[in-house]
């Protein structure tokens, strides 16, 4: 799986799916590598060096997995990472900016991308060509494929053309429930519901959709049958409220303009009072991002919090003025270096119907305080932490 965002969650839905009809999965990728179900172990990569990628897809094969998934980044598509390995299928979520300090340009960023579909398959034929066809670029890689080559396309969006595709969605707190449709021979309509949130996951389903139907050729009854069961990553929009006191806090990794967007689009549709946003950037990383990512929360949040992320080598303060500097209403957000104290005072001050969105760092237990600087910090722990204690100080 490559595109801008998507990887992580399109490949641990799938492997959750897999292990529940009954193969063994195993995953590479952000989250670190792992058979599925065991710790993951941090590599530091989201496709580790070739060296390293072979070497953990011997021993999960040692282990008995019979499927691996694996987020191939646009790094890794321009240095080769995956050589040797053969592929069964490969999909593209989207292309939107990121990684422009590595690549220069978006135009040499894509084409780095769209080497996702000339990686090789087994015995000579190409793999399944995935990708979604609410993506501009996607689609426009897809239908310049050779006529012979095998190809699914996707949607949640009424794209023409898509074989497996959402429709009628309806969003609740509790929840997304859709129509899924493929239009295969043995295809047809099941009304499925996630308890993921936002469209962008609905998304993420349909490509784990077309992987069990294509490849792994299950009944498309067998494949909706386990999405109720699918959970998100750790980090991926993922939700803490211990009662119904409290306020909910999502904890989600996107750090690009288009990730934010999505993740408080998707949360605007859930009905909640306020949104009350706590975001920063990287450091030294792609600093082009980061007025539209500062309007993309401004726009979309009630209340703003300006934080750190990993700032690197580059000062903190320089970071935060430039988010500031790109809003339509720069005093307006409240500006809170320390991530921890951001956090609490975000939680403190929302209700129990409101949501606190905590963007950028999703399951990284760690976090960068100064060039080669790391503190132990979790943004689900601290969120939990800080609900516990308020939630203590209530019963008193």
């Known amino acids: 799986v490559t595109g801008t965002n998507g990887k992580t969650s399109t490949v641990q839905l799938l492997a959750q799916a897999w292990e529940l009809l009954g193969r063994r999965a195993a995953t590479i990728g952000t989250l670190?590598?792992?058979?599925?179900?065991?710790?993951?172990?941090?590599?530091?990569?989201?496709?580790?060096?070739?060296?390293?990628?072979?070497?953990?897809?011997?021993?999960?094969?040692?282990?008995?997995?019979?499927?691996?998934?694996?987020?191939?980044s646009s790094h890794a598509l321009e240095e080769r990472r995956?050589?040797?390995?053969?592929?069964?299928?490969?999909?593209?979520?989207?292309?939107?900016?990121?990684?422009?300090?590595?690549?220069?340009?978006?135009?040499?960023?894509?084409?780095?991308?769209?080497?996702?579909?000339?990686?090789?398959?087994?015995?000579?034929?190409?793999?399944?060509?995935?990708?979604?066809?609410?993506?501009?670029?996607?689609?426009?890689?897809?239908?310049?494929?050779?006529?012979?080559?095998?190809?699914?396309g996707l949607s949640s969006r009424g794209a023409a053309g898509a074989e497996i595709r959402a429709e009628?969605?309806?969003?609740?707190?509790?929840?997304?429930?859709?129509?899924?449709?493929?239009?295969?021979?043995?295809?047809g309509r099941v009304t499925v519901t996630s308890p993921l949130i936002g469209r962008f996951n609905v998304d993420n389903l349909l490509a784990a959709?077309?992987?069990?139907?294509?490849?792994?050729?299950?009944?498309?009854?067998?494949?909706?049958?386990?999405?109720?069961?699918?959970?998100?990553p750790n980090g991926r929009m993922w939700?803490?409220?211990?009662?119904?006191?409290?306020?909910?806090?999502?904890?989600d990794a996107g750090h690009t303009p288009d990730a934010m967007r999505q993740a408080l689009s998707a949360i605007q549709e859930y009905g909640f009072g306020r949104v009350i946003s706590v975001f920063g950037a990287t450091g030294s990383r792609d600093a082009g991002k980061r007025p539209e990512m500062a309007r993309a929360v401004e726009a979309r949040s009630d209340v703003v919090i300006v934080t750190d992320?990993?700032?690197?080598?580059?000062?903190?303060?320089?970071?935060?003025?430039?988010?500031?500097?790109?809003?339509?209403d720069p005093g307006a957000p409240t500006v809170i270096r320390d991530r921890a104290a951001a956090v609490e005072h975000a939680i403190?001050?929302?209700?129990?119907?409101?949501?606190?969105?905590?963007?950028?760092?999703?399951?990284?237990?760690?976090?960068?305080?100064?060039?080669?600087?790391?503190?132990?910090?979790?943004?689900?722990?601290?969120?939990?932490?800080?609900?516990?204690r308020v939630a203590a100080e209530r019963r008193r």
Do not use: C, W
């Open 32 to 72: 670190g590598a792992a058979m599925h179900g065991d710790e993951l172990t941090l590599n530091g990569y989201t496709t580790p060096p070739v060296t390293r990628l072979h070497e953990l897809l011997a021993g999960f094969r040692d282990r008995g997995a019979t499927r691996v998934g694996l987020e191939v």
């Open 348 to 388: 403190r001050l929302a209700g129990p119907e409101d949501v606190v969105m905590l963007l950028g760092k999703g399951h990284e237990p760690m976090q960068i305080v100064a060039d080669h600087v790391e503190i132990p910090y979790s943004d689900i722990e601290t969120a939990q932490n800080v609900l516990a």
């Open 168 to 187: 009628g969605l309806r969003f609740a707190i509790t929840g997304t429930t859709f129509d899924l449709i493929d239009e295969a021979p043995d295809g």
């Open 239 to 251: 939700r803490i409220r211990p009662d119904d006191s409290l306020p909910t806090v999502v904890v």
């Open 209 to 232: 959709v077309a992987v069990l139907r294509r490849v792994d050729r299950v009944p498309l009854a067998d494949a909706a049958a386990v999405i109720p069961s699918l959970q998100p």
């Open 82 to 152: 995956a050589a040797g390995v053969e592929f069964d299928a490969v999909h593209f979520s989207n292309l939107t900016r990121d990684h422009l300090d590595y690549h220069g340009s978006m135009e040499h960023y894509a084409a780095q991308k769209a080497k996702i579909y000339d990686l090789p398959g087994k015995a000579g034929a190409a793999p399944l060509a995935i990708g979604n066809l609410d993506d501009d670029f996607v689609r426009s890689l897809l239908e310049r494929l050779p006529a012979e080559r095998a190809r699914v």
């Open 309 to 328: 992320d990993d700032v690197h080598d580059e000062p903190g303060d320089e970071i935060v003025a430039q988010l500031l500097g790109a809003m339509a």
